[in-house]
């Protein structure tokens, strides 16, 4: 299933500094694409846990579809954009355990230390804390209604986190792509919520500052912009 998007980069030949930096970006990110593809084993298994938990507790999406659905569309989203992001290697496992396990401790009745676990057995200790921690960030707070559950304290312990916002909007634009495209009567509803949305979501996200891992890549939210007009013609 897993497989990365290659894309070849060539040669580089920098004569000036502005060349320079263009070229170092180039490679790094070539860097990370080339060790998503040698993890995509270890991504392979994540991903078959993540589906076989939420699987176990009869967890649908939309009501008509098993909840990997979902959680492989995040990831699509999250492949596609990670280089952009991505300034460790090390980094890479931890985020593709938190796209599959986002929604582990909301729906699956598993706790922040079971989540830990699961992760430990995956990666270094390092590394599954922030798995973990990602995974935390991204479980709704207890609320009555919608505005409730992702309220301002959820937010800010989303941009509190590396690659917080990165993987909250993947799991964004998986919802509103989906619900544009489906014409059933939950998805219609959500496409009007997520539509009146999206302003504020993305000034939710925003985090100030140079650090790549608290970004939102210019093209992915030009992704979810995209999506509305382009689905809803």
């Known amino acids: 299933y897993f497989g990365a998007h290659h894309r070849w980069f060539g040669s580089c030949?920098?004569?000036t500094l502005g060349l320079y930096a263009v070229c170092v970006d180039l490679i790094m990110?070539?860097?990370i694409l080339d060790k998503m593809e040698e993890l995509a084993p270890v991504i392979n298994e994540i991903r078959n846990d993540a589906h076989a938990l939420h699987a176990s507790v009869n967890h649908a999406?939309?009501?008509i579809r098993p909840y990997g659905f979902h959680l492989d569309m995040v990831?699509?989203?999250v492949q596609k954009y990670l280089p952009e992001v991505c300034i460790r290697e090390q980094d890479i496992l931890p985020i593709f355990f938190a796209a599959y396990y986002h929604d582990a401790i909301e729906d699956t009745r598993l706790s922040y230390n079971d989540v830990m676990a699961v992760a430990k057995n995956m990666m270094d200790a390092e590394q599954a804390y922030l798995a973990t921690e990602l995974v935390y960030a991204m479980t709704n707070e207890k609320g009555r209604n919608r505005a409730e559950r992702a309220n301002e304290k959820y937010f800010a312990g989303i941009?509190?986190?590396p690659y917080g916002p990165f993987l909250k909007l993947a799991d964004r634009l998986a919802?509103?792509?989906y619900a544009f495209s489906k014409g059933t009567a939950d998805s219609l509803r959500m496409?009007?919520?997520y539509q009146e949305e999206v302003p504020g979501f993305l000034e939710a996200l925003h985090v100030d500052g140079?650090?790549?891992r608290f970004s939102l890549p210019d093209t992915m939210v030009e992704a979810l912009w995209n999506v509305i007009p382009s689905c809803n013609s």
Request: aromatic letters at 8%.
């Open 175 to 177: 919802n509103t792509s």
């Open 210 to 212: 140079e650090d790549p």
């Open 159 to 161: 941009r509190s986190i």
């Open 75 to 77: 990831v699509n989203w």
């Open 29 to 31: 990110k070539k860097e």
């Open 61 to 63: 999406y939309d009501r």
């Open 191 to 193: 496409s009007k919520v």
């Open 13 to 15: 030949h920098c004569s």
